[in-house]
T-cell receptor
């Protein structure tokens, strides 16, 4: 089945550590996105990529990094510079053109311990 | 810039009641509009979409009409069920330059039996 797979579903990190969240899609979509969701809040865009080897900062990119070496993959690294990383992270993809909708993964819940 | 405003929740209804969740937007050009639904601990699922003025999106008894004159895309359902309890997000896709999605803050719906 086509879709977006995020892993792991739950992730625990010690303060000062970097962690990488995985996002893979087999929908042949050009565009991919990372959002952060906090309780009672909407989705805030961290990074997005419209094509392989290219990506742009979203509204809250500080403390995060990404890469887009393959069309199918868009991993997100939460660095130690991110002061409040505990959140629910959502990856999405789309055709990146016209009237296309975004498809979402199941999310990764990151907790700093 | 582009933005989406949703009515604040939570919205609590009895089963079989009529549902309206208001959504208004600000955008240049002609964005596409979407409603997504999120169940606890999961990612977002597309509920319906509309891509031009006066289009009506519909799915699973939910409907929303793209009103350009009032910049609105209100979600309605004639008779809600307990299984409709979830968080609903209104979103738009940008219409120029980079292609990305902007979400409202979400409206939690609770349906009581």
């Amino acid at each position: 089945d086509g879709g977006i797979t995020q892993s792991p579903k739950y992730l625990f990190r010690k303060e000062g550590q970097n962690v990488t969240l995985s996002c893979e899609q087999n929908l042949n979509h050009d565009a991919m996105y990372w959002y952060r969701q906090d309780p009672g809040q909407g989705l805030r865009l961290i990074y997005y990529s419209q094509i392989v080897n290219d990506f742009q900062k979203g509204d809250i990119a500080e403390g995060y990094s990404v890469s887009r070496e393959k069309k199918e993959s868009f991993p997100l690294t939460v660095t130690s510079a991110q002061k409040n990383p505990t959140a629910f992270y959502l990856c999405a993809s789309s055709l990146g053109q016209g009237t296309a909708e975004a498809f979402f993964g199941q999310g990764t819940r990151l907790t700093v311990v | 810039g582009n933005s989406v405003t949703q009515m604040e929740g939570p919205v609590t209804l009895s089963e079989e009641a009529f549902l309206t969740i208001n959504c208004t937007y600000t955008a240049t050009g002609y964005p596409s509009l979407f409603w997504y639904v999120q169940y606890p601990g999961e990612g977002l699922q597309l509920l319906l979409k509309a891509t031009k003025a006066d289009d009506k999106g519909s799915n699973k008894g939910f409907e929303a009409t793209y009103r350009k004159e009032t910049t609105s895309f209100h979600l309605e359902k004639g008779s809600v069920q307990v299984s409709d309890s979830a968080v609903y997000f209104c979103a738009l896709s940008s219409t120029s330059g980079t292609y990305k999605y902007i979400f409202g803050t979400g409206t939690r719906l609770k349906v009581l039996a």
